[in-house]
């Protein structure tokens, strides 16, 4: 099991940046894939960004496809996601996960990811 602790959200204007961090502790060597994930009010979670563990492989949703940019710098044991060109729809409770399996990178779907964060608010608003 891993323990991930997100930060870094808040309140942007349209059209600015945001980078959330995922600090990550425990067995993280195990895992196969690293994901961000977001629930808007009234709406189901869903799968923004991922990346493997092994290669650094990175796939994204088509709905943040060339604005968001996740990483991880192994050193430190966190993980990124570096969020651009910002609109009020990205608004959200921003989520890091943990999933064991390869299938986590396959699906990128909630129900393949076994551990996560608390979660970190994100507001796009003028």
């Known amino acids: 099991q891993v323990q991930l602790v997100e930060s870094g959200g808040g309140v942007v204007q349209p059209g600015g940046s945001l980078r959330l961090s995922c600090a990550t502790s425990?067995?993280?060597?195990?895992?196969?894939?690293w994901g961000w994930f977001r629930q808007a009010p009234g709406k189901e979670r869903e799968g923004v960004a991922c990346?493997?563990?092994?290669?650094?492989?990175?796939k994204y949703s088509e709905s943040v496809k060339g604005r968001f940019t996740i990483s991880r710098d192994n050193a430190n044991n966190t993980v990124y996601l570096q969020m651009n060109s910002l609109k009020p729809e990205d608004t959200a409770v921003y989520y890091c996960a943990a999933g064991l399996a390869g299938i986590s990178w396959v699906t990128m779907g909630e129900r393949t990811f076994e551990d996560w964060g608390q979660g970190t608010q994100v507001t796009v608003s003028s």
């Open positions: 990346i493997r563990n092994g290669d650094g492989e990175t």
């Open positions: 425990g067995f993280t060597s195990a895992y196969h894939s």
